[in-house]
């Protein structure tokens, strides 16, 4: 058999909403403060060692000031690009997602099936500690080059 156990006490995949809300806390904790709406842009100025610093960062038309920014954008890191004037190549894979509830523990497996030809599929399902059960891959994956999202 190819499968070895992960993680005994834990599932297969973080849950996206915990993990977020958990780091969220954490800092907030040291004396982030939480801000809600649309990142456009960051303000620069030049720094001491002749590159530019980033000073802020624009939400809603607002400049919020900063001396340390992390940007966690996944899908949409691209828009980011004229921030900073860099390339960000994005390629990847639009599929079906779902997440199932489970009323009972789910054991803690994830599953990779081999892509299946004939339905362009390549079903992946992650369990998760929350009793959830994460698939993708269902249905007809469409690849997606690096372009305008």
């Not at 992960?6 to 780091?23: F, H, S």
């Amino acid at each position: 058999a190819n499968s070895r156990m992960m993680d005994p006490d834990g599932g297969a995949q973080v849950a996206p909403r915990e993990l977020c809300t958990k780091l969220m806390e954490a800092a907030v904790s040291r004396g982030a403060e939480v801000r809600t709406g649309t990142a456009e842009g960051v303000d620069t100025e030049p720094g001491a060692d002749g590159l530019d610093q980033v000073t802020g960062v624009i939400v809603d038309g607002e400049t919020v000031p900063a001396d340390k920014v992390c940007l966690c954008l996944g899908p949409w890191a691209a828009l980011a690009e004229d921030w900073f004037g860099l390339s960000v190549p994005m390629t990847g894979i639009k599929s079906t997602s779902i997440v199932f509830k489970s009323d009972e523990p789910v054991e803690p497996f994830a599953l990779f099936c081999g892509e299946d030809p004939r339905f362009g599929t390549h079903l992946e399902v992650y369990p998760r500690n929350t009793g959830e059960v994460y698939m993708c891959g269902i249905g007809g994956a469409q690849k997606v080059d690096a372009g305008p999202l």
